[in-house]
């Protein structure tokens, strides 16, 4: 692993005020409603617990795992389905959480499979967005933060697997 340290880029505080807001309008927006929420492993699963929390509405939960990366900062643009839904969609009010977008090749790729599965709705919610790295048009619906082009760790975000379990999220900057 090449020689960086972890620079401070959201502070906790502000992470868990914004998922409050996202669990405010989401419960708004899907009153009256049971919520499949659908994490995508691994990035996903902190950031998914703590907005579920925060949603008044019904919800139930299934997981996958998609892999685009290797132990690498950049993309291969290789989608692959490491674990599949336990549970069917169809007919399912379906919010997919993700923990980032980057080049959007990953979500792109996903939505459209989960979409041939016939869930009543389907829609995005991500904890942050790198709107400059999209290589690929995706549309999201509920975003935590947009982050400028930095490759950044945290909240179940990792480099190289290390650094999930940090409560902010931080940039990480090589030496
Ligand atoms: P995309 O297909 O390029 O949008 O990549 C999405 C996936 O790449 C995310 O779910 C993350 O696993 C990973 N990723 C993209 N940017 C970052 C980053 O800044 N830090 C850690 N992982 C990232």
Same mark, same amino acid.
């Given at each position: 692993m090449e020689k960086h340290h972890v620079k401070p880029m959201i502070s906790e505080k502000d992470v868990n005020r914004r998922i409050q807001e996202l669990g405010e309008q989401i419960s708004k927006d899907y009153a009256g409603k049971t919520i499949r929420l659908i994490c995508v492993l691994k990035g996903g699963s902190f950031f998914m617990c703590e907005l579920a929390k925060r949603i008044s509405c019904d919800v139930t939960l299934d997981f996958m795992s998609v892999s685009?990366?290797?132990? %690498?900062?950049?993309?291969?643009g290789v989608v692959k389905i490491v674990k599949d839904l336990d549970?069917?969609?169809?007919g399912k009010d379906v919010l997919v959480v993700e923990d980032i977008v980057d080049s959007g090749r990953t979500l792109s790729y996903l939505l459209s499979m989960l979409n041939d599965r016939q869930p009543a709705s389907l829609k995005l919610c991500t904890?942050? %967005?790198?709107?400059?790295?999209?290589v690929v048009d995706v549309k999201v619906d509920y975003t935590g933060f947009e982050i400028p082009d930095a490759f950044v760790v945290g909240y179940g975000l990792d480099y190289d697997q290390i650094y999930?379990?940090?409560?902010f999220i931080g940039e990480v900057v090589f030496d």
């Open positions: 685009s990366y290797g132990g %690498d900062t950049k993309s291969s549970e069917s969609i169809k904890l942050l %967005d790198k709107p400059e790295r999209r999930r379990n940090l409560p």
